[in-house]
């Protein structure tokens, strides 16, 4: 009954929102907690409610039950299907509030702001550089990691075979191909 009334009576210790049932609001409280009882056994993925899961599972499945009426596109879920269909309509229903600059996703509006306010979430633990997009991040600390790579490599040419050698780490093949191509281009300066 109380979902009909709208009567909202249980309220997040975490935060302001309100909610109908004690267990909307335990559910809620999980994303401030961090707690994820629900585990993907395909995969590693964890989740904080059940729906969640099934909504992820399905994507293991291939299963796409969300058809767009304008094009072929398929969606796993509704949420989804209603942001590929704003390509269609044009809706834009997210405004800075700074330029009036406008876009169809939350989270493009969200890094967007970051230019305008200056933040720069995302910290070098390497040095005191930091970065407005987790994306700038990973290709600053790739730099650290393939100037330590070079480093490592030229001690190690310059020692003797009697000496110990230090370690070369490890690195994958999208690393070493940036390091393959520094190292060329140092070579052809």
Known sequence: MKRHIGHKTFACHFC????ISKGEMMSHAKTHTGERSFACDQCNGK????????KHKQRHLGLKPHKCDVCPMKF???????????????????????CSRAFTQSNDLVKHRRAHLGDKLY?????NESFRLQTELRQ??????????????DQMETR????????????????????????QSQNNT
């Open 16 to 19: 302001p929102k309100l909610f």
């Open 123 to 127: 910290k070098c633990t390497q040095c």
């Open 160 to 183: 003797s075979n009697t000496e110990s050698h230090t370690e070369v780490p490890v690195i994958n093949a999208t690393q070493y191909t940036a390091i393959i191509d520094m190292s």
């Open 76 to 98: 796993t879920s509704k949420d989804h299907l209603k942001r590929h269909y704003r390509i269609h309509t044009g809706e834009k229903p997210y405004r800075c509030e700074f």
């Open 140 to 153: 600053h600390l790739s730099q650290h990691y393939i100037t330590r790579y070079l480093e490592k490599r």
């Open 47 to 54: 989740f904080t409610k059940r729906s969640s899961l099934v």
